[in-house]
């Protein structure tokens, strides 16, 4: 499933050793992308009834299984779903790509003031039997 090429990284040995950092980083992301799609698709196709043409057998499995994994590998090439661009905003903490009124990605600061007003705020109402 991971198709991360040996050969490949060789060749980033005399690269900048912080540029090599983020290549590194983008394929790991792209391969989680992939993965996360891939079990996605595998799980949506078992929930389709296996009542057609076709019987269900190991080599209809098998090329079910390369045809989830190969849509995976393409969905996550593109980058439509955006869950490596996200997961790397929040490694990076940029919010470029911030729009107005959007939740923030920072987390807010907890202060003891927030639990006091939601402490007064709750109220106990007494009930008689």
């Known amino acids: 499933m991971l198709y991360v090429n040996p050969l490949d990284m060789a060749m980033h040995r ?3 050793p912080n540029e090599r950092v983020q290549q590194r980083e983008e394929v790991a992301l792209q391969e989680f992308e992939r993965l996360f799609l891939y079990q996605l698709l595998s799980e949506m196709r ?3 009834p296996n009542a057609g043409l076709f019987p269900e057998t190991p080599q209809r499995r098998f090329m079910n299984e390369m045809l989830d994994d190969a849509m995976a ?3 996550a090439a593109s980058g439509q779903f955006g869950i490596a661009k996200q997961i790397t905003r ?4 940029t919010d470029s790509e911030e729009k107005p009124g959007a939740p923030s990605l920072k ?3 907890v ?3 927030m639990y006091k007003d939601a402490a007064q705020r ?3 109402k007494e ?3």
């Open 122 to 124: 709750v109220t106990v």
């Open 90 to 93: 929040q490694i990076n903490h």
């Open 46 to 48: 078992r929930t389709v």
């Open 107 to 109: 987390p807010r600061p």
């Open 14 to 16: 005399y690269a900048d």
């Open 73 to 75: 590998g393409a969905m």
């Open 111 to 113: 202060s003891a003031d």
């Open 127 to 129: 009930y008689q039997i």
